[in-house]
């Protein structure tokens, strides 16, 4: 099973920075594929960013691109997501998770615990 510890979530205001790490195990973390996504009640689950294992590439939906870099860390198997000039709507419960397939055709098969970020207005 694989397991997770998501950090760096908060409240901060718009135009503010935050950085969320994930750190997971019980997994072969360099190969992994690791997705980012988001969560607001009443509105669908959004996948904001992901990055492939192996070599590293990175996605991003639009609605965070030029904003959000996500990257990797393999030695601490940890994965991090930097969110600059965030924006009121980038209000979720955001959720660390890994997938069989690479970005491209990603879907998440294990779900962190999920870790709150608001940006007030």
């Known amino acids: 099973e694989v397991q997770f510890a998501e950090s760096g979530g908060g409240l901060v205001q718009a135009g503010g920075s935050l950085k969320l790490s994930c750190a997971a195990w019980e997994i072969s973390f360099e190969d992994s594929h690791i997705g980012w996504f988001r969560q607001t009640p009443g509105k669908e689950r959004e996948r904001v960013s992901c990055?492939?294992?192996?070599?590293?590439?990175?996605h991003y939906a639009d609605s965070v691109k030029g904003r959000f870099t996500i990257s990797k860390d393999n030695a601490k198997s940890t994965v991090y997501l930097q969110m600059d000039s965030l924006k009121p709507e980038d209000t979720a419960v955001y959720y660390c998770?890994?997938?069989?397939?690479?970005?491209?055709?990603?879907?998440?098969?294990?779900w962190g615990h999920g870790i709150q970020v608001t940006v007030s207005s």
């Open positions: 990055i492939d294992g192996g070599d590293g590439q990175t």
């Open positions: 998770t890994v997938g069989p397939r690479g970005c491209r055709y990603f879907y998440p098969m294990h």
